[in-house]
């Protein structure tokens, strides 16, 4: 069993920065890889940014390439989204999750790939 707490949303001008993280409890977090998902009002949940086990490898949506980073601390048990030059387009529940495949290069992109949820933080881009 794992549990992830997410935290960091808020309301954010057309432009603006956040910083999310993803703090996980109970199996071996560091060697899993992890994923950030969002989802809008009336979409469907959509990749964003994932990173393998030890954070050798990370994969971005084509959207947040070059404006969002995924990173990680296996210390701190915590997986972390710096994002940057925020629109209102990337308003949605962001949401962090765990694929539980150990300690390889690969990370994935689909949402049935990832086998535990946290609950989802609010990000609001105004413009």
């Known amino acids: 069993q794992v549990q992830l707490v997410e935290s960091g949303g808020g309301l954010v001008q057309d432009g603006g920065s956040l910083r999310l993280s993803c703090a996980a409890s109970?199996?071996?977090?560091?060697?899993?890889?992890m994923g950030w998902f969002r989802q809008a009002p009336g979409k469907e949940r959509e990749f964003v940014a994932a990173i393998n086990w030890n954070g050798g490898r990370t994969l971005y949506a084509d959207s947040v390439k070059g404006r969002f980073t995924i990173s990680r601390d296996n210390a701190k048990n915590t997986v972390y989204l710096q994002m940057n030059s925020l629109t209102p387009e990337d308003t949605a529940v962001y949401l962090c999750?765990?694929?539980?495949?150990?300690?390889?290069?690969?990370?994935?992109?689909?949402?049935?790939?990832?086998?535990?949820w946290g609950q989802g933080t609010q990000v609001t881009v105004s413009s």
């Open positions: 109970g199996r071996t977090f560091s060697s899993y890889a």
């Open positions: 999750a765990v694929d539980l495949i150990r300690r390889t290069i690969l990370v994935r992109t689909a949402v049935d790939a990832y086998d535990y």
